[in-house]
């Protein structure tokens, strides 16, 4: 994964490719404060249930998801967002192909 170069402008959703059966990732900038990150999931693809140390704010794209965060589900489409406790175990399956900016960020 790497960088964009800053002091651009970005069209997010054209930056990352969907592909069949795949979740692709790329690196928009991380610092040791945090990162951001888009990602394309295909239909039906998922995450298993993890952790993560920091808050975790997601912003759909494109498409819809479904997120269960500590055995709540919340189902989310084009345009909303939802911050992700930190130390919150989550999941979430693309219900359709969905596109998400991940950024995380040290509380």
Request: proline fraction near 5%; avoid cysteine.
């Amino acid at each position: 994964m790497s960088t964009v170069p800053k002091s651009e402008i970005l069209d997010l959703v054209a930056l990352v490719d969907y592909q069949t059966g795949a979740v692709v990732s790329r690196q928009i900038t991380k610092s040791p404060n945090g990162n951001i990150t888009l990602f394309a999931f295909d239909q039906g693809q998922e995450l298993s249930e993890h952790t993560s140390p920091l808050d975790a704010f997601v912003h759909v794209l494109d498409g819809e998801v479904e997120i269960n965060i500590s055995g709540q589900l919340y189902g989310l489409k084009t345009g909303d967002g939802i911050i992700i406790p930190a130390n919150a175990p989550h999941a979430l399956i693309a219900r359709q192909n969905f596109k998400m900016l991940l950024t995380m960020i040290h509380a």
